[in-house]
């Protein structure tokens, strides 16, 4: 399909600068997340892709083609609008087949693609409706539909699933999912929920303030952030500053761990590590391992029961969260050992 | 029963009881007035000395003349023409507005004057700009366009009335860019883009996506327009052309006769108006209501 190529992008609205620098490249086929907090020029950065907004500076390129001098009309982009944008004035059919009535296809080709992305979305029942008769879902899809029927080779959505239940939500993740691998429409998808982001996407850009902050499959963002605030909004709870005293030692508040040595971090270079809370083994203090490595003894402060998993802080000079099974509860206040891997350790430079 | 029925009557008399002063005042200022120039159109006026109540001899009279058709013909005529391009400017206004271009700040507030300045002095200013011997005429010369200012088209006091709209037009922009504007506001510009995306292009947008929804704002501006251009008496007194005259000046000529039993004929002409500014208006309510329910609005 299309390959999108953003290059240094910059937009600035008058004297305020809504996106400083970005470079994304965004693969043919691939779905990728636009992650961030509000604000952060996702939207804007959906914008210029589709025409709708011109960069202050840098380019867009689609195929490796500039795109600044194609019009919006041109590009073959699709967009599912934040709010959903439906023609308030059209019934459900008259909106989905919209992108096609002003192409002037053939009636017949109309009726045909309207019937056939109806029974996707499954609005057979709604085509007669206007859209201030549809639930929030509804008009989401019809949303969906009217888009998806112009057959776009660039896809762009913003924030699809905001305003759905969690049920319908899993419902159309699982659908654009689907829908997204069956066409190979390279898409692009914003949402600021990282395990939504996660869930769908190939890969994720997460974007703050304007600029990229990191960009990589999932796996990697949640694993190997190259940031504090990336590993904060990819929900990480433990990150403590440390220091290296060797390629592969760090010291910290709770003692020297070994870690996994990491290119680009010297000795005596002052560090963040990560500890992901589900990787970190909890005993109580009398079936502590002998001799594993990073042992970490502490107390149980707080203790968070979720049904199927249980989140403990640990205090050892800094509090630790820890989150496991519910297979067991241990209590508060009871001593503990904490253990974690080398290779679960992941140090950010500071 | 007869007493739950007694004591729903009381509660119904209670509240006409509160609503009478409104009541009496919409009767007074609407109803009365109008009722009172039907009557008297209708022959009953004593303190003239006339009463052959119920009569439509003024009717008769009124409308067996060619020249009241002529006048009626007239008057829609200006109103209308000058609505229309009233509207087409005003639209072209809101769509431009609701944009960013330079100096838009300055132009919001520009384009709202005509509507501070009293309709007599656009009667004036259209005097001073459009006559032979006016501005523009005597620019157009300066420039070489024509060899004297008084070869210059004649605008006002003629029956195409071009002064007449000018001054309707030039007064009726602002406000009906006001209402569309607003109306433009409350869409946003999201529809548009949307569709833009689809496909559409700007012909298309503008004719499928935007004026259907705008049409609450451009039926109320220019139905208020429409019946003020109707019932307008300076504009066309002052810039029309002479016999025949609009409906309104007629009506004022025949209130203004020394033979004051001519105020019936008056009358008849007046009530002739509000017939047919009605019947036109509701006619256009009607179709409007029609275009509602097809966009699914009840
Ligand atoms: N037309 C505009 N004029 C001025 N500032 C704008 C304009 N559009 C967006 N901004 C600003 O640019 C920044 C980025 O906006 P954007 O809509 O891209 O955010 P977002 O990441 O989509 O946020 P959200 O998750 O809340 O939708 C915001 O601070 C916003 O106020
Ligand atoms: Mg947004």
């Known amino acids: 399909m299309t390959e999108v190529r953003l ?22 086929g691939e779905l990728v997340a636009l992650l961030g907090p509000s604000g952060c020029g996702k939207t804007t950065t959906l914008r210029m892709i589709a025409g709708l907004e011109a960069p202050t500076k840098g380019e867009v390129l689609f195929d490796g083609h500039d795109v600044s001098d194609v019009a919006v009309q041109k590009r073959n982009v699709g967009m599912v609008f934040q709010r959903y944008a439906l023609f308030p004035h059209m019934t459900v059919e008259k909106n989905v087949t919209f992108g096609l009535d002003v192409r002037g296809l053939p009636k017949k080709e109309i009726s045909e693609r309207l019937e056939e992305i109806l029974e996707v979305v499954q609005l057979n029942k709604f085509r007669k409706r206007f859209p201030a008769q549809l639930s929030g879902g509804q008009m989401q899809r019809v949303a969906i539909a009217r888009t998806l029927i112009t057959k776009p ?14 049920k319908l939500r899993g419902e159309m993740r699982r659908f654009i999912r689907d829908l997204q691998k069956r066409l190979g429409i390279t898409t692009i998808f914003v949402t ?18 304007g600029k990229l902050a990191q960009f990589g499959a999932p796996q990697e963002l949640y694993q190997q952030p190259n940031s504090t605030e990336v590993a904060d909004f990819m929900g990480a709870s433990n990150i403590f500053s440390a ?51 990073n042992l970490i003894s502490g107390k149980i402060k707080a203790r968070e029961f979720f049904g199927a998993s249980v989140q403990y802080v640990v205090g050892a000079g800094e509090d630790i969260t820890v989150a496991e099974q519910s297979r067991r509860l241990l209590d508060v206040g009871q001593p503990v050992v904490l253990s974690v891997q080398p290779d679960r350790v992941w140090t950010i430079a500071r | 029963m007869a007493r739950s029925h007694d004591s729903a009557l009381k509660e119904r008399m209670w509240l006409w009881l509160q609503l009478s002063p409104v009541l009496l005042i919409l009767a007074v200022l609407f109803g009365g007035a109008l009722v009172l120039a039907v009557v008297q159109s209708l022959g009953f006026a004593p303190w003239f000395g006339v009463n052959t109540f119920p009569s439509f001899q003024y009717f008769g009279a009124l409308w067996g003349s060619v020249s009241f058709w002529q006048s009626l013909w007239l008057t829609l005529y200006y109103a209308t023409v000058s609505t229309v391009i009233a509207l087409v400017m005003g639209i072209a206004l809101a769509l431009a507005l609701v944009r960013t271009f330079p100096g838009k700040h300055l132009y919001k507030y520009v384009y709202k004057l005509p509507l501070m300045i009293p309709y007599t002095v656009g009667i004036a200013l259209a005097v001073i700009m459009l006559g032979n011997g006016g501005m523009i005429s005597r620019l157009a010369s300066f420039f070489g366009f024509i060899s004297d200012p008084s070869h210059f088209p004649q605008i006002l006091k003629t029956h195409a009335g071009w002064g007449i709209i000018a001054v309707y037009v030039w007064k009726q922009v602002p406000f009906i860019t006001l209402a569309i504007y607003a109306v433009m506001l409350g869409i946003g510009r999201e529809t548009e883009e ?27 501006s220019t139905l208020i327009c429409f019946a003020f251009n109707v019932g307008a008496f300076e504009a066309p007194f002052i810039l029309g052309g002479g016999f025949p005259d609009t409906l309104p000046v007629v009506a004022w000529r025949y209130f203004n006769d020394a033979d004051y039993t001519l105020q019936l004929q008056g009358m008849a002409t007046v009530v002739s108006i509000a017939l047919v500014a009605g019947i036109i208006l509701f006619s256009y309510l009607a179709i409007y209501r029609r275009f509602e329910r097809k966009i699914g609005r009840n």
């Open chain 1, 7 to 28: 290059n240094a992008v910059q937009k600035r609205f008058g004297a305020f600068t809504a996106i400083e620098s970005i470079d994304l490249d965004i693969k043919s």
């Open chain 1, 153 to 166: 080779s660039v896809l762009m959505m913003d924030e699809p699933l905001a305003n759905l239940d969690t």
């Open chain 1, 192 to 209: 600021h929920d990282q395990v939504e982001a996660m869930e769908l996407a190939d890969r994720v850009a997460v974007i703050f303030n």
């Open chain 1, 243 to 293: 220091k290296l005293v060797a390629a592969d030692r760090a010291e910290t508040s709770f003692g020297t761990i070994d870690i996994m040595s990491q290119p680009g971090l010297k000795p005596g270079n002052d560090v963040y590590v990560m500890l992901r809370s589900e990787g970190i083994d909890l005993y109580p203090e009398s079936e502590a391992p002998q001799g594993a490595q």
């Open chain 2, 194 to 220: 949307a569709a833009a995306i689809l496909g559409a292009n700007r012909w298309q947008i503008l004719s499928q996506v935007t004026l259907p929804q705008i049409m609450p704002g451009v039926v109320s």
